[in-house]
C-alpha cells in the first residue's frame, strides 16, 4: 500500500509554453500532498503544501503565479508550471499523506522536466 | 524553525561493511524522524522511521538511533550490498504539526563490491 504516481515521468518543452504534472495516490485518501523541487546532487526544497479542497500554501520565494497548483480530490494534485523557461527545468517530486497518519509522506517517482 | 545537519555527504564502503550516517536536529519538538532511500532518477523511498518515544528501532540489515538529549539519530546498515548504494536523506518533523519535514542535506552511499 502507500503508493504515489507521477505522471510524466519526463516531459520536454518548448520555452514559454506551459506543463501539467499529476500526482496520485493510487491506493489511500492523501488530504495533503507536498511539491518539491530537487536539483542534481542536491536535497529536497520544499515548494508548497497542497490541501484537498483549499488553496495551496507555498514556501516563500516561490511564485504562486509561475506554479499553479490543484489538489482537487482526495487523490490527485497537479502542478502547473505555467510559461517555462530553462531555468524552470528540474526534477519536480510529489508526496503525499494518508488522512489516518499523516506524519508519513510517500513519495511518487518524480518528474523530469526540461524546458528548451 | 528546525534545522536538520546530516554527515557525512559521501561514504564509500566496501561490500559487507557497514555504513552510518548521522544526523542532528536543532527542534527539541521534533519527534517523528524518517529516512529515505533516493535511487538515481527516482523518487525518495521511505526505508526507516522512528518515533520520539523509542531510542532503537530495526528491520533486518537496517536500524536506526535516536538521542533525544543530544538531538541526534543515525541509519545504520549492516552487510551492505552494492544495491544499498543511493541517496540517503534523514528528516525530522513534529507529530500532529505541520506534517512539513526538514531534509538533511543528503549522503550518497557507495558499496564498492
Known amino acids: 500500500g502507500a503508493v504515489v504516481s507521477q505522471h510524466p515521468s519526463w516531459v520536454i518543452c518548448k520555452s514559454g509554453t506551459s506543463v501539467k504534472i499529476e500526482c496520485r495516490s493510487l491506493d489511500f485518501q492523501a488530504t495533503t500532498m507536498f511539491w518539491y523541487r530537487q536539483f542534481p546532487k542536491k536535497s529536497l526544497m520544499l515548494m508548497a503544501t497542497s490541501n484537498e479542497g483549499s488553496k495551496a500554501t507555498y514556501e516563500q520565494g516561490v511564485e504562486k503565479d509561475k506554479f499553479l497548483i490543484n489538489h482537487a480530490s482526495l487523490t490527485l494534485s497537479t502542478l502547473t508550471v505555467t510559461s517555462a523557461h530553462p531555468e524552470d527545468s528540474s526534477f519536480y517530486i510529489c508526496?503525499?499523506?494518508?488522512?489516518?497518519?499523516?506524519?508519513?509522506?510517500?513519495f511518487g517517482p518524480g518528474t523530469r522536466l526540461t524546458v528548451l | 524553525g528546525e534545522n536538520v545537519e546530516q554527515h557525512p555527504s559521501t561514504l564509500s564502503v566496501q561490500e559487507g561493511d557497514s555504513a552510518v550516517i548521522k544526523c542532528t536536529y536543532s527542534?527539541?519538538?521534533?519527534?517523528?524522524f524518517p529516512w529515505y532511500k533516493q535511487e538515481l532518477g527516482k523518487g525518495p523511498q521511505l526505508i526507516i522511521d522512528?518515533?520520539?518515544?523509542?531510542g532503537e528501532k530495526k528491520d533486518q540489515r537496517i536500524a536506526v538511533t535516536l538521542n533525544k538529549t543530544a538531538k541526534h539519530f543515525s541509519l545504520h546498515i549492516t552487510e551492505t550490498q552494492p544495491e544499498d548504494s543511493a541517496v540517503y536523506f534523514c528528516?525530522?518533523?513534529?507529530?500532529?504539526?505541520?506534517?512539513?519535514?526538514?531534509f538533511g542535506r543528503g549522503t550518497s552511499l557507495i558499496v564498492h563490491p
Open positions: 528528516a525530522a518533523l513534529i507529530s500532529g504539526g505541520s506534517y512539513i519535514p526538514t
Open positions: 527542534d527539541s519538538a521534533s519527534n517523528y
Open positions: 522512528i518515533r520520539s518515544n523509542v
Open positions: 508526496s503525499a499523506s494518508r488522512t489516518s497518519s499523516y506524519n508519513e509522506q510517500f
